[in-house]
């Protein structure tokens, strides 16, 4: 990853923050309304586990009027996805300090209720939280949890041998066949969840009958956030996510059936569809609070290169390329990957006649990322090339996980999006 050269002018566009000038009417700079709008990650840029980052506050002071109301639409873009929008929703309000609604809170898995193809089969669902509830809430009727299988079918899951039944159980009958699974991210037992998936894949859903021919193409799979590292309160770098997960559930898939595992569908960040839904929440903001003038830039803000600095130049690359009316060959692919529905649904559609010009992207160093600037730029590039640690089906492009702008801490670049807005 070539993030030695990334460090650009963004320092010197930072000021030092003094007194802020109240906000004029309606919550804008000058009486001008926002011509523009901010895509935040959490853990790492505002939140540390449990912990608010203390740059977070002091960012949000700035981009509220005296009564706590934004002055510039936001959108929380987070590859989290263990728990319901309305939880994180509340979360972020206790950390910054004021009222964040669940429609500003994009999960990794939020775009799926887009994925209306899928809504009416039966789908199998992993990870841990509310599993259930997200995938009802996103519009899927029938779900079936891991755990569900595992006790309709107990002679499965035999890697805890202190889960092993006793005496041989009866045949299972009755239970429906599986049509698709939705990976909503990192599971607790990650044996289990391997061992059963792959048996439903292997099974074409039907965990009950005699395996014969291993069926390919597979059953539709829809995995969310592909981080494979995020960060936490431990001084170790960064902990397993789901995209470590993803990777051995690829594995082994190809190595039990000699075939590649393939995805219906790949969102959370870096996935263009998941862009484009928050670009379609952002104008909703700015269309609420009246404001008239069209959002034309985007600032994303994260602390992980492979994630959040990557989602958001491949979206800006996207960007370009409308506009031009071409999508270049890692774009396509990307969209692909995100799945066909992305250039179709009506929602995502809106305000096509007035589109967001640019997405820029801004590393923070409170998270994942690091700058040292005692390493040397081209020591630490030739390092970094050789390790990536995107999702395979995401092209290696090293422009794409150069930050626009590298700096301390969320606050910082709040301040350098004011600059560059001129927005005070």
């Not at 039990?256 to 960040?269: D, F, H, S």
Request: charged share 20%; aromatic share 8%; proline share 7%.
């Amino acid at each position: 990853m070539a993030l030695g050269g990334c460090l650009r002018a963004g320092r010197g566009l930072l000021r030092a923050a003094g007194p802020r000038r109240p906000p004029a009417r309606g919550g804008c700079s000058g009486g001008r309304p926002p011509a523009f709008g901010f895509l935040f990650d959490v853990d790492g840029v505002l939140v540390r586990g449990s912990q608010a980052v203390p740059a977070a506050r002091q960012a949000f002071q700035r981009l509220s009027d005296g009564s706590g109301r934004l002055r510039v639409p936001v959108v929380f873009l987070t590859n989290a996805g263990n728990c319901l929008r309305s939880a994180k929703a509340q979360e972020l309000s206790q950390a910054l300090g004021l009222q964040v609604s669940p429609e500003q809170v994009i999960l990794s898995h939020s775009p799926l209720q887009l994925f209306s193809q899928f809504h009416q089969k039966c789908m199998l669902v992993a990870g841990q939280g509310p599993v259930e509830e997200n995938a009802q809430n996103l519009g899927f009727k029938h779900v079936v949890t891991i755990e569900a299988l595992r006790k309709a079918y107990p002679l499965l899951d035999m890697v805890d041998q202190s889960r092993r039944p006793k005496e041989l159980p009866p045949p299972t009958t009755g239970f429906p066949t599986i049509e698709g699974v939705i990976l909503f991210g990192e599971p607790v037992r990650w044996e289990t969840s391997l061992q059963l998936i792959i048996d439903v894949l292997l099974s074409n859903g039907n965990l009950g009958a005699e395996l014969q021919d291993i069926p390919y193409p597979h059953l539709p799979v829809l995995a969310c956030n592909m981080d494979l590292l995020w960060m936490a309160e431990a001084k170790m770098p960064s902990r397993f996510g789901h995209g470590t997960f993803l990777l051995c559930l690829e594995t082994i898939y190809k190595k039990v059936t000699g075939r590649e595992l393939k995805y219906e569908a790949l969102i959370g960040k870096p996935s263009t569809v998941t862009y484009r839904y928050a670009e379609y929440l952002i104008k909703e903001q700015a269309e609420k609070q009246g404001w008239k003038s069209p959002i034309r830039r985007l600032y994303a803000v994260g602390d992980n290169p492979m994630s959040d600095v990557y989602g958001a130049n491949l979206y800006n690359n996207y960007l370009k390329s409308a506009h031009q009316n071409q999508i270049q060959a890692g774009v396509k692919r990307s969209l692909q990957a995100a799945g066909p529905q992305t250039e179709d649904h009506l929602k995502l559609r809106k305000n096509c006649d007035k589109p967001v010009e640019s997405c820029e992207s801004i590393l923070v160093c409170t998270g994942v990322y690091r700058h040292h600037a005692d390493v040397p730029s081209k020591t630490k590039e030739c390092k970094m090339e050789t390790v990536f640690h995107g999702h395979r089906d995401f092209c290696f492009d090293p422009s794409l996980v150069e930050a626009s702008y590298i700096v301390q801490d969320v606050n910082d670049a709040v301040q350098l999006a004011f600059k560059k807005e001129n927005w005070s």
